[in-house]
């Protein structure tokens, strides 16, 4: 795979827009494709870690209404009702505001231990939702997460996530990458010597239904859904995006 490094870097836009990534074997875990400075330094990765939190929320997931900045929603006019697939597919910071006030700390902790991530820093539930820089993840333990998420799919809890993760790529924030896809994406605080807006993240596991290939992707200046359009000329160099 290393011949491919330098291919998939120009097709993600080369140094010149700030793209790196990251992608692993699901089943092996051995990393098959990167360019990325350092894979082990753990950075902010916004609602990347949402999926996490959502696992250590006890009882079922609850119907929402999302009311948008009243609500504390990225998006001004809110999304309405929902439930726990939608709210995943689009990202919405209200609704999982509102499950991560439900959440226990120490179930949290371990939650994230199980996957191999460490938890937030801090115990508001802005931070258990990546909001800010207090959860730090890197680059490397996330990707790694996400293929242990794969591999457990016949969990109840995760299902709903990965299910959730689907629609994203089909309808929701990650629609740049398209069908057959599990798919989260992210925004949050550049930590770069030279500063940026933010850094836009996607996540995206293909294919669906039995991924082999886990990839991370982050681009500065941008947000997640903008990152989700690198991650997908990513993935169909790999053979596996649609």
């Not at 875990?29 to 999926?51: C, F, M, Q, Y």
């Not at 909001?131 to 969990?155: C, F």
Request: with cysteine.
């Amino acid at each position: 795979m290393i011949a491919l490094i330098p291919i998939l870097w120009a097709l993600a836009g080369g140094g010149q827009t700030g793209v790196e990534y990251l992608a692993i074997d699901v089943r092996t875990r051995v990393v098959i494709a990167d360019h990325w400075v350092d894979t082990g330094t753990p950075i902010p990765v916004g609602s990347l870690v949402k999926p996490f939190t959502a696992l250590a929320y006890n009882g079922a997931f609850p119907e929402f209404v999302c009311k948008g900045k009243a609500s504390g929603c990225w998006l001004p006019k809110g999304h309405g009702q929902e439930g726990f697939r939608e709210a995943l597919a689009q990202s919405c910071n209200a609704y999982f505001l509102n499950l991560a006030r439900d959440v226990d700390a120490h179930t949290l902790a371990v939650t994230a231990a199980k996957f191999g991530i460490p938890a937030p820093r801090g115990d508001r539930a802005e931070e258990r939702i990546g909001l800010g820089d207090a959860w730090r993840i890197s680059p490397i333990a996330l990707v790694n997460a996400y293929a242990e998420l794969a591999a457990r799919r016949e969990e109840s809890r995760v299902a709903e996530i990965l299910n959730g993760m689907e629609m994203a790529a089909r309808s929701g924030t990650a629609k740049a990458i398209g069908k057959n896809v599990l798919a989260k994406t992210g925004t949050a605080p550049c930590i770069a010597n030279r500063k940026h807006a933010g850094d836009g993240f996607a996540i995206a596991m293909a294919p669906a239904v039995a991924p082999r290939v886990a990839m991370l992707v982050r681009v500065h200046g941008v947000t997640g859904a903008e990152a989700a359009k690198s991650a997908s000329r990513l993935l169909q160099e790999l053979g596996v995006g649609r």
